[in-house]
């Protein structure tokens, strides 16, 4: 993907977030590519749970709306949407701060369903969670 083409689509996607749930979990799309979109996210006191680590819900929020946003992209939005139908999200380590990144990449994309696996890592690259995300593909009326 080309450069200018690349940043402009990130901008795109982070200004859709705007006034959403990611804008409130600070979620930023950060790279994109023919196969992957990534976003990350500050582990911070707004996502912990009650005992100072990042929060699963936080973190199945992130990969929903990374492996989401890759959805789309791969549908004419202007004829076609997508939905979630099922997200499964293993947690596999604890974080109480620094900043995670979500990466999706397909699975499965079929006419009208697709399967996503997100793979959230934190700063070293360490497996923080794993995800799979169901989509459907849905004709707009």
Do not use: C, K
């Given at each position: 993907m080309d450069p200018a083409a690349r940043e402009s689509l990130l901008e795109r996607l982070n200004d859709s977030s705007r006034g959403t749930l990611m804008e409130a979990l600070e979620i930023r799309y950060s790279d994109v590519g023919d196969e992957y979109l990534e976003a990350t996210m500050p582990v911070n006191a707004r996502v912990h749970q009650p005992m100072g680590l990042l929060h699963g819900g936080a973190t199945a929020a992130l990969a929903e709306s990374?492996?989401?946003?890759?959805?789309?992209?791969?549908?004419?939005?202007?004829?076609?949407?997508?939905?979630?139908?099922?997200?499964?999200?293993?947690?596999?380590?604890?974080?109480?701060?620094?900043m995670v990144t979500a990466r999706a990449e397909p699975v499965h994309l079929g006419r009208t369903t697709q399967l996503w696996s997100i793979r959230v890592v934190d700063e070293s690259g360490r497996l923080v969670a794993d995800a799979r995300l169901n989509m459907m593909v849905l004709d707009k009326r």
């Open positions: 990374v492996g989401s946003a890759a959805s789309a992209l791969r549908v004419d939005i202007q004829t076609q949407s997508v939905v979630g139908t099922a997200l499964a999200v293993n947690h596999l380590r604890g974080m109480r701060e620094g």
